[in-house]
């Protein structure tokens, strides 16, 4: 389960990382109720 936890912390933190990089990139846009990413 720790092994998992370590994983979870990892994947997390790539998600985060690219997606400020997509924001500062100016790459996310709201449309209606929904995010989109280019």
């Not at 998600?15 to 109720?33: D, K, Q, S």
């Amino acid at each position: 389960p720790e092994d998992l936890i370590a994983k979870g912390r990892d994947i997390e933190g790539l998600t985060l990382a690219r997606a400020v990089g997509y924001h500062i990139e100016r790459r996310v846009f709201l449309n209606a109720n929904r995010t989109v990413v280019l």
